[in-house]
């Protein structure tokens, strides 16, 4: 049953898309097989009619399990949670789950949105395209002092504990697309940059990156 249900399982995604990157992890850990369906974000088919149908808004990731279609990285992460109880991605604990969906949302609305492909796009059009890495790398900034800041009371070998959980499932994308892409210096930030080595040790992580993705532009 559960193999069956997984073949239908497909996922929209860009290699270096990190909302993508979180659904990876999050399918990874489940031990989940999906269908990878590359969308390519610098050619615009996030735009194309086909895709609008599956996400109106015109952004990656979409899941399609049979005839379900859902877009947005942590609507998806909460159905596949529920759908797939191995390896819960929300902690029991009340506490400790809250500050999972605070950094979670550190991320996803505190850092992603300021610095997606559009917004990099209008900044470099409207304002100039040396300003880019300027806006990104204060964004970014910006929300890992506050990341630090929230888990140094709560860290342990994962963002929240000695377990995986939801945040890990957002951080460890923000991370690489920080220390990699956007110059952000690994040791202003040594919480996250230690999490970020235990990621990049982790299996159900290592083979999300992006690089290791079908699509890649290496
Ligand atoms: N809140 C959404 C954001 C989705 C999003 O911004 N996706 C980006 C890639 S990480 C995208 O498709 N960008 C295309 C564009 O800006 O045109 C999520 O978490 O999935």
Same mark, same amino acid.
């Given at each position: 049953m559960a193999s069956e249900q997984n073949k239908k399982l497909k996922l929209y995604s860009y290699w270096r898309s990190s909302c993508s990157f979180r659904v990876r992890i999050a399918l990874n850990l489940k031990g989940l097989k999906y269908d990878y369906k590359p969308v390519n974000l610098l050619k615009g088919e996030q735009s194309h009619p086909e895709f609008l149908k599956l996400n109106p808004v015109g952004f990656v990731p979409v899941l399609v399990d049979g005839d379900f279609v859902l877009a947005d990285s942590l609507p998806i992460i909460m159905y596949l949670d529920d759908k797939y109880p191995q390896h819960p991605l929300l902690p029991s604990d009340i506490h400790k789950r809250a500050i999972n969906f605070q950094a979670s949302h550190i991320v996803s609305s505190a850092i992603q949105p300021l610095q997606n492909l559009s917004?990099?796009?209008?900044?470099? $059009?409207?304002?100039?395209?040396? $300003?880019?890495? #300027?806006?990104?790398?204060?964004?970014?900034?910006?929300?890992?002092? #506050?990341? $630090?800041?929230?888990?140094?009371?709560?860290?342990?070998r994962y963002a929240t504990g000695d377990e995986i959980f939801l945040a890990d499932v957002f951080l460890a994308p923000q991370l690489h697309a920080a220390f990699t892409r956007f110059s952000i210096p690994m040791n202003e930030f040594p919480i996250l940059s230690r999490l970020y080595e235990t990621y990049n040790a982790t299996p159900a992580f290592q083979e999300a990156l992006p690089q290791n993705q079908p699509d890649a532009v290496q």
């Open positions: 917004v990099l796009n209008y900044i470099g $059009e409207k304002v100039g395209p040396d $300003e880019k890495l #300027a806006w990104v790398q204060s964004v970014l900034r910006k929300g890992f002092t #506050a990341l $630090e800041k929230l888990l140094k009371d709560h860290t342990g």
